[in-house]
């Protein structure tokens, strides 16, 4: 079985581009403790539940942003997320965003962190900026370097969204 290789990765995002994108890096919590048992009943970090939190993160920030348009009409910014790390290198997202534009850079950067923030393994180092080199921006999000589970498993395909 061939496996899509890094080339036929960045073709089909240059092929279907995130508007106005960001770039926009969340680093997650690797673990939560229980409430009522500390450390005895923790919850560890993994893929499945990055791309739950990621969900929970997209849901809120389209909720901001659309307001009643997000459950009513479906309104939804594009997304592309990319989950990196490995047992050297905690878990993180790389993220191109889609910024709506009637936002500037510091509104949308308050509305992602306080949203981001809100979610169980949100941590609070977030790194958001305009993008410069569409092409080089994926280049570096679809590095082999750090993927745990290799490239075909890193694109969080659950939560990929283009218009």
């Known amino acids: 079985m061939n496996l899509p290789q890094k080339p036929d990765y960045l073709n089909f995002f240059q092929n279907k581009p995130v508007p106005n994108p960001v770039a926009l890096t969340l680093t997650l919590k690797q673990r939560v403790e229980s409430n009522h048992f500390k450390g005895r009943f923790g919850e560890n970090l993994d893929a499945l539940k990055v791309s739950k939190n990621t969900r929970h993160f997209m849901n809120r920030l389209n909720q901001s942003v659309f307001g009643k348009g997000f459950t009513r009409y479906g309104k939804r910014l594009s997304v ?14 790389h993220m191109t965003l889609e910024k709506p534009d009637h936002l500037d850079l510091d509104e949308f950067r308050n509305m992602i962190f306080k949203c981001w923030s809100k979610t169980k393994f949100g941590y609070h180092n977030i790194e958001i900026k305009p993008i410069d080199n569409y092409l080089g921006w994926f280049d570096y999000k679809l590095k082999n370097r750090s993927k745990g589970e290799g490239l075909q ?4 395909w659950g939560n990929v969204f283009l218009h």
Do not use: T, Y
């Not at 592309?80 to 997202?93: A, T």
């Not at 498993?153 to 969080?156: P, T």
């Open 80 to 93: 592309v997320p990319v989950i990196e790390g490995n047992s050297f290198i905690r878990l993180h997202i």
């Open 153 to 156: 498993f890193s694109v969080d």
